[in-house]
């Protein structure tokens, strides 16, 4: 996470919020000692795991995903 500095996260303010809008946190430094982070609302919580089965529905794996692509590996291998 990138550490700035009051005066430079005053001038770039909404170029930062823009970027954490998008999921890239920053931190604001008061004479380079940590003071915020700032991360978007919808961001996980520290120590949060993301959430699983964000693509639920979305593509569909073939019963025999397993075999495909059998023979030609066994080619491969002198089978």
Do not use: Y
């Not at 520290?46 to 075999?67: E, H, T």
């Amino acid at each position: 996470m990138e550490a700035i500095n009051i005066p430079e996260a005053n001038t770039r303010l909404s170029q930062l919020v823009a970027r954490a809008a998008e999921g890239e946190g920053f931190v604001i430094a008061k004479a380079g000692k940590p003071m915020v982070r700032v991360t978007a609302i919808e961001s996980p919580v520290s120590g949060q795991q993301k959430r699983l089965g964000f693509l639920a529905g979305q593509f569909q794996v073939p019963n025999d995903f397993d075999r495909m692509g059998q023979e030609q590996i066994a080619e491969m291998f002198g089978g």
